[in-house]
């Protein structure tokens, strides 16, 4: 198994730290890992992006060049990445800001308003890249909830641990609802 996934989003968004986060739990279970990240012009607004591929092989090749999994959490990375995907790929991305009207065959969409949920209920959007890890423990289930949890716990700034708590759970509550409105969808991992 060979899994290419990227994050996308707006430079500050955190998903550079989600991106390794996510690296860090697949090495946690056993697998290879390759992460890299774009800097550049983008982490000052522009679509940035932080990519992963997870093996239980030999990485071959270090770039992802077309995705199974693409998380975007801003309309310009999703502009940008959406059509870098492979045929029975994933997108997820946060209503907040995406409206994903444009939309690619043989893709798999799912919508969560990520940021503005974390807003709502933490106050602030600060942790949406942690919501948004938890959206992805449970509509693209490769790396368990409890190794990604434990991953983050580990990564975030100890005064932040709660908060980081409740914004996982609020993405795994979200990725529940995504997944009792669209039906039983299963992948092949």
Not at 52 to 64: A, F, G, L, Q, R
Not at 98 to 112: I, P
């Amino acid at each position: 198994m060979t899994k290419e996934l990227r994050f996308a989003g707006t430079g500050g968004q955190g998903l550079i730290l989600a991106a390794i986060i996510y690296a860090e739990a697949a090495l946690n279970e056993g697998h290879r890992v390759l992460q890299s990240q774009s800097y550049g012009p983008e982490s000052r607004g522009g679509a940035s992006k932080a990519d992963c591929i997870i093996s239980d092989t030999e990485i071959d090749y270090p770039k992802v060049y077309l995705a199974d999994f693409l998380l975007a959490m801003s309309q310009k990375a999703y502009d940008k990445y959406k059509s870098d995907v492979k045929k029975g790929a994933v997108i997820l991305f946060d209503s907040t800001y995406v409206e994903a009207e444009k939309r690619e065959e043989n893709v798999v969409y799912f919508s969560a308003p990520i940021s503005k949920t974390v807003r709502d209920k933490i106050g602030k959007e600060l942790a949406s890249n942690i919501a948004a890890l938890g959206t992805i423990s449970v509509v693209y289930p490769l790396i368990s909830e409890e190794t990604l949890l434990n991953a983050i716990l580990n990564r975030v700034p100890k005064a932040t641990i709660e908060l980081n708590k409740s914004a996982f759970d609020i993405g795994k509550q979200l990725g529940k609802e995504i997944l009792e409105a669209k039906g039983s969808i299963e992948f092949v991992f």
